[in-house]
């Protein structure tokens, strides 16, 4: 038999297995691998290691042309040479979101942005890394200096400022040229937002629910 969802019942539902039992495989600059023992509803029990992520903020930035500002990134794990939008760390303690990833366009592109909203939410691998992503959009672009004291280290020393309009991204993604889950996504986004004249989008405070239940989920 199919199951057709409603509009209404399309939405990840917050869960918790118990867990029996967890230990730390190995300590990371960013993250921790763990390993834990989970109960299932039948009552098994089941091993799964998965990255421990502090999760992370991108933003599709829009000028008036409708291009977007971009970085290009290597990136070890896959080793490529990534088109990424701003991003970074959610790891500084107690920061909102909002003001993390204004701090991220400053940083990397020396950028301010005069509107915010909230593009899309996401869970980046979620069958191994607890990794809560949110992407911004930020139009009305201003030019403005990387904060005080702030020094591009590692990849980021290489890392190159690129733009692009929007369309073009769109196309790139869609024949498989482009790969940075935030940029794919924000990209894709962006697009269905713009097609309904840009009435589809969330605030830029709006309640990140999902990422709230994984912080509460995963304290040890």
Known sequence: MTTVLAAAEL???P???PVEGSTVL???HIADFRQDQIRTPDGSLITREYLQHPGAVAVIALDAEERVALVRQYRHPVRHRLVEPPAGLLDVDGEDYLAAVQRELAEEVDLAAG???VLVDQFST???VGESVRVYLARDLRG???PDGFVREGEEADMDVVWAPLSDLVDAVLAGRLHNPSLVSGVLAAEAARS?????LRPADAPW???EHLVAATRR
Do not use: F
Not at 196 to 200: F, H, I, N
């Open 11 to 13: 939405a990840d539902v």
């Open 15 to 17: 869960l918790a297995w």
């Open 26 to 28: 190995g300590h990371g």
């Open 115 to 117: 509107e915010w909203h």
């Open 126 to 128: 979620p069958g191994i």
């Open 144 to 146: 403005t200096a990387a």
């Open 196 to 200: 309904r004249g840009w009435a589809s």
């Open 209 to 211: 629910p999902a990422r």
